[in-house]
């Protein structure tokens, strides 16, 4: 079964979700290198868009995600990697999950989660995940 | 708050979960217009990459999915569409979520749900969603 990564432009978009609770903790996009990284190490790696690189999920906060099964979807261009995440969060926002806010029809925003850990602590001032 | 288009060249990810039990369904992709839509009817409605059109969920089926919550993540360039999913399934396949497939690393793809309709019932010989 192959992915096409084709109709992305040579990227997937990969949603991680907790393994445990169902919880949706982040979307990133993989290329085929990332994903067979991804699949060697059993941890996630994702492809920066912004940072035009290969990007190992944890490596600064070692936050990691470990890879407990990869989900193809029907048409083989979007991946859901199912994950146990190491530490109290995936997001350098300091939440569980990247999805931390709500957003209604008018643009306003609202949180539907707290705090889980201090960014600063965990990524000090350069900010990187 | 505004959604980031721009990254992802007019486009952002959107994931479906079924608000219920936490499953994701499947993954879209929307255009400000798409989003725009959505939030209106309160029904999803996706851009689709391959026919280059505005295309609302379960227009063939009836399968279509009412919006409970839309959660937008930190970097605000990916959508969360938490849904009640009318009827049996959102996949053109026949499952309740395109993510029916499991891949290893050696390429291989293994079934991991069962089918809870019959697709060609559903949509005929024309394989619309």
Same mark, same amino acid.
């Given at each position: 079964?192959?992915?096409?990564?084709?109709?992305?432009?040579?990227?997937?978009?990969?949603?991680?979700?907790?393994?445990?609770?169902?919880?949706?903790?982040?979307? =990133?996009?993989?290329?085929?290198?990332?994903?067979?990284?991804?699949? $060697? /190490?059993? &941890?996630?790696?994702?492809?920066? +868009?912004?940072?035009?690189?290969?990007?190992?999920?944890?490596?600064?906060?070692?936050?990691?995600?470990?890879?407990?099964?990869?989900?193809?979807?029907?048409?083989?261009?979007?991946?859901?990697?199912?994950?146990?995440?190491?530490?109290? =969060?995936?997001?350098?926002?300091?939440?569980?999950?990247?999805?931390? $806010? /709500?957003? &209604?029809?008018?643009?306003?925003? +609202?949180?539907?989660?707290?705090?889980?850990?201090?960014?600063?602590?965990?990524?000090?001032?350069?900010?990187?995940?």
């Amino acid at each position: 079964m192959d992915v096409d990564f084709q109709k992305g432009g040579g990227l997937v978009p990969a949603i991680i979700q907790d393994e445990q609770n169902g919880d949706v903790l982040m979307l =990133g996009f993989m290329n085929a290198e990332a994903l067979r990284e991804t699949q $060697r /190490a059993s &941890e996630v790696m994702f492809f920066s +868009r912004s940072r035009n690189k290969l990007w190992k999920k944890g490596e600064t906060s070692g936050h990691v995600l470990r890879v407990r099964e990869i989900r193809l979807d029907c048409d083989a261009d979007a991946l859901l990697v199912r994950v146990e995440a190491v530490g109290p =969060g995936v997001c350098h926002e300091g939440y569980r999950s990247c999805f931390f $806010r /709500a957003i &209604e029809a008018g643009g306003e925003a +609202r949180l539907v989660a707290e705090r889980t850990f201090s960014p600063d602590k965990v990524y000090g001032q350069e900010k990187a995940r």
